[in-house]
């Protein structure tokens, strides 16, 4: 994995380019919007709540800005003012501790009323990622928030995926920290994977041993949905985890290095 990413990194070194000012910007949401969207944020998504009030307002403004970058599409359902907030929060919430965290690979939000099918497949879908967008089931993004014990979190694992993606294919809006600290956390999660699919048996849910890219998404909802368990069960994974995202969920400040 860490040499196909590597010639990955080579291939796709010469077409990047640095990320325009214009996206980095964190410009401050007026008080009405601040408060509009703490009221719509806080009362989903229990990571905000435990912020102060100084990451409250990063927090929002980064969703503000989220949410400028990106067209919406509804399958199914009636637009709605919280539909964006809460999607974008969720690419915040993973992204908190990034400097770089728009995706901007991703122009293209699809959300959908329910489960759903692909092309000729059987099977039902609650969110997936493609190159062409982020596609999620409202009814299951809802769901991911409203339970914090069963390391569930549709939006949190299809961010993750975002991420990734993002940063080995996007022309620009690379995380340079990410990406450095993502190849450290494949060497340092290589022997654990292998482990848990040698036992079959993990703390993880099973799906995280369908491949590195499911165990990296599973790994990254079970952190943000159970911090303190997942830290006793897998310590090894959770301090890669709060190295390669830059935060640490446990705690109320969250970020660990501010600079990056
Ligand atoms: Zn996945």
Redesign the pocket.
């Known amino acids: 994995m860490l040499s196909f990413l590597r010639k990955l990194n080579h291939f796709f070194a010469p077409q990047r380019l640095e990320l325009p000012a214009q996206l980095i910007t964190e410009e401050s949401v007026s008080e009405e919007i601040f408060n509009r969207y703490s009221y719509i944020i806080g009362s989903r998504i229990q990571y905000f709540n435990e912020l102060s009030a100084e990451l409250k307002q990063k927090f929002i403004n980064r969703v503000h800005n989220y949410i400028r970058q990106k067209q919406f599409h509804y399958i199914g359902l009636e637009p709605k003012e919280e539909i964006p907030i809460l999607t974008a929060s969720s690419a915040v919430q993973v992204t908190f501790g990034l400097k770089s965290y728009m995706m901007q690979h991703f122009k293209n939000i699809y959300i959908l009323a329910d489960a759903y099918r692909m092309d000729n497949d059987e099977e039902l879908y609650i969110g997936?990622v493609a190159p062409e967008g982020i596609y999620l089931s409202w009814k299951h993004f809802l769901f991911g928030y409203s339970d914090n014990t069963d390391n569930i979190n549709v939006a949190v694992?299809?961010m993750s995926?975002a991420l990734l993606f993002n940063n080995y294919f996007a022309k620009y809006g690379v995380d340079k920290n990410f990406r450095a600290n993502y190849e450290k956390f494949s060497t340092t999660t290589g022997p654990i994977l292998a482990d848990v699919i040698t036992r079959r048996k993990s703390y993880l849910r099973n799906?995280a041993l369908?491949n590195i890219?499911?165990f990296w998404?599973?790994s990254v909802e079970a952190f943000f949905e159970n911090p303190a368990t997942l830290k006793e069960n897998m310590p090894q994974l959770y301090e890669a985890l709060c190295s390669v995202l830059n935060q640490d969920p446990e705690t109320t400040h969250k970020i660990l290095k501010p600079e990056l």
């Open positions: 997936h694992h299809e995926h799906y369908t890219h499911e998404a599973v």
